[in-house]
């Protein structure tokens, strides 16, 4: 029973819009060369925070969605389209 339960909850953050944004960053970062460092240099935000946005951890902002795409030299749009963010509905989510 334990084993299922942690099999949810990992498969549950897994499939969170904060992993896969955090996924489609890291995927960029790396396109680009950057280490996490030069990207939280690039869009003044803290080392620490990009890596918490990689892991899905943190849920950044509108205005820190806007300055890391930015950084790196993708727009918002694209980003979500072309890195595979796709934004699910209400009651996708709920079931």
Known sequence: MAILVQYCFVTQKHSSIEYRFGKAIR????????????????????????????????NPSLKNIVKLAAA????VSDLFVNYGIEVKSESETNS
């Not at 396109?31 to 943190?58: C, F, M, P, V």
Request: glycine share 8%; hydrophobic share 25%.
């Open 72 to 75: 790196l030299e993708i727009s």
């Open 27 to 58: 995927r960029r970062r790396r396109e680009l060369d950057l280490s996490q460092e030069e990207l939280a240099e690039k869009s003044g935000l803290h080392r620490n925070y990009i890596s918490g946005i990689e892991t899905g951890e943190r």
